[in-house]
């Protein structure tokens, strides 16, 4: 239903926009390729904002942000030939490079990164609608798991510094890079998600192409020079253009090593299957999640209010990790509805920019129409909106809505919302839930509200083999990026965090000889004149 009142929140113009948060179009005509910024005269995408403005009828309008190229199949593949050599089957510059410089290229393009702070988090809030808060958090989160990234090398690397004699046999065990990696981000991290899984492909020697997001895509333009400049050519090489003209022949080479995925499982589906050899192709994957929260009838309410607001409508709802599913047992059910919907209700609408602003603009154009299908599918079925506003929706904007009671013959009940729409199931027994988990596609996360520590571990056990993580009175989250990040089922192949991600996007190796004089003769020659970066005992500090 349209709210008038929402209507109010968008400028009226640009005038109405603080100075330091306009921004002019940015019309990219250039991608990074083989170490240069390539011009481009081809067809363009044009990237329109959330944030609306009235036009001069006074229908809100989409606002033109720019425009980024829409490369093809030729350009595609030239960035994978240029990968691919830049690679050279491992006897490329970048793989051959020690550590200790690889970190050093990284540290030169930290810097050139930090230049360009201001614009990035200025076309986040533009291109995806993320609050000022929650934009600069990315953009600083993003340089802190760079930094940990760099460190955690460091400590990897020196635990690897020396020779291991078993058995009879002198070795060296170090991590070497797999090859060309194809990373593909997400539109609601566009920055840290990728980069969570860039840096650390990057850092342990591989060579790189990186598909933007179709929402999210400008953004990385300034930093493409931080790339070229940062590292040797090849190494990091940009593709732009719809993913079904440009990702299908890089994959049907067979050419790519690593896959990397933040997205759909249908989508992961597809690109693995376009490989040609599957035993070649590593993949390492965040994908879908109905990541589910349980509120034992001894919750402390208030807490599970809270941390159930944070879960389920940071970033209006719109992450992975999301709490996308409530169970609330039914001797409080009522009384966590009383406490929670007023809540949902309270959190401020707005645009990006706006101080304390919660709700902010939907990037997708889609997702209004969306949310309030699945809304009248759940109706249909018996379930109503019990939030005051809720659902209520003027142009990109979208006022959460509390639906309830949820149950299984609804989309809202198995179906990914992706949004700010918050499905509520009643339940009698403990065991309903975890048939929910058992048979749900997904496993990334669970959240257990409770404060009885027998009703708590006695679902622990059960939830730490459907799930990844299991959240004790706590919103489902990512972080720390120290924790271990992955999923089960349909949500995730491979684990991130900072020193996971650095395994996954490399392979042990090994250099080894028998204990003989003559041997240790040959290593002490190799390693005390520096001849090889591999058999080192070098320590970064």
Not at 206 to 231: C, D, M, Q, V, W
Not at 249 to 259: R, Y
Not at 472 to 482: E, S
Request: net charge negative; hydrophobic share 40%.
């Amino acid at each position: 239903m349209n709210d008038s009142k929402l209507s109010e929140l968008f400028p009226t113009s640009t005038d109405q926009i603080p100075a330091e948060y306009r921004i002019e179009p940015i019309h990219q005509r250039e991608y990074l390729l083989d170490g240069e910024m390539r011009p481009w005269n081809g067809p363009v995408s044009e990237v329109y904002s959330p944030v609306c403005l009235p036009d001069a009828d006074g229908t809100l309008q989409r606002q033109l942000v720019g425009s980024f190229p829409v490369t093809g199949p030729t350009e595609a593949v030239e960035a994978l030939n240029a990968a691919v050599a830049a690679y050279d089957n491992g006897r490329g510059e970048w793989p051959q490079m020690s550590v200790a410089d690889r970190i050093r290229c990284m540290e030169t393009f930290i810097g050139k990164m930090l230049e360009q702070r201001t614009l990035v988090i200025n076309l986040i809030m533009w291109e995806i609608g993320k609050n000022l808060a929650d934009a600069t958090k990315e953009f600083d989160r993003t340089v802190k798991y760079i930094y940990d990234t760099i460190d955690t090398l460091k400590n990897m690397d020196r635990n690897s510094s020396r020779f291991r004699i078993e058995e009879g046999i002198i070795g060296q065990i170090r991590r070497s890079p797999l090859g060309v990696v194809l990373a593909m981000g997400p539109f609601n991290y566009p920055l840290n998600e990728t980069y969570t899984t860039l840096i650390p492909a990057i850092l342990m020697g591989n060579t790189i192409l990186f598909k933007t997001p179709k929402h999210g895509s400008l953004l990385h333009y300034p930093l493409l020079e931080a790339f070229r400049t940062s590292f040797p050519k090849g190494v990091v090489n940009s593709l732009y253009g719809r993913g079904a003209n440009v990702i299908p022949p890089v994959m049907q080479s067979g050419k790519v090593n690593v896959l990397t995925l933040i997205g759909s499982s249908r989508v992961a589906d597809e690109l693995q299957r376009q490989h040609p050899k599957l035993n070649r192709l590593r993949s390492i994957m965040s994908l879908d999640a109905k990541n589910a929260a349980i509120i034992l009838p001894d919750a402390d309410l208030n807490i599970a209010v809270q941390e159930c607001l944070l879960g389920t409508l940071s970033f209006n709802g719109q992450r992975c990790t999301a709490i996308k599913i409530i169970w609330a047992h039914r001797s409080i059910a009522d009384k966590f509805l009383a406490q929670f919907s007023p809540e949902v209700s309270k959190l401020k609408p707005g645009m990006p920019w706006d101080a304390k602003v919660q709700i902010t603009p939907l990037p997708e154009p889609t997702k209004p129409q969306y949310l309030a299908d699945i809304i009248a599918d759940a109706a249909a079925g018996g379930a109503s909106i019990v939030n005051d506003g809720g659902g209520e929706t003027t142009a990109s904007l979208f006022k959460p809505a509390v639906v309830y009671p949820v149950k299984e013959g609804m989309r809202l009940y198995r179906e990914e919302q992706f949004g700010p729409v918050i499905p509520v199931v009643v339940y009698d027994d403990v065991e309903e839930f975890i048939d929910y988990l058992i048979t749900d596609d997904h496993g990334m996360q669970a959240s257990i509200f409770g404060t009885d520590t027998a009703a708590i571990s006695r679902l622990i056990d059960p939830l730490v083999n459907l799930v990844s993580r299991v959240n004790i009175n706590a919103q489902c989250q990512r972080g720390p990026d120290t924790f271990p990040f992955t999923g089960r089922k349909d949500s995730a192949e491979g684990t991130l965090s900072v020193e996971d991600a650095l395994r996954s996007f490399s392979i042990r190796s090994a250099v080894a000889t028998k204990d003989t004089a003559t041997n240790k003769e040959i290593l002490n020659e190799i390693v005390g004149n520096h001849q090889s970066t591999f058999l080192s005992t070098n320590f970064i500090f």
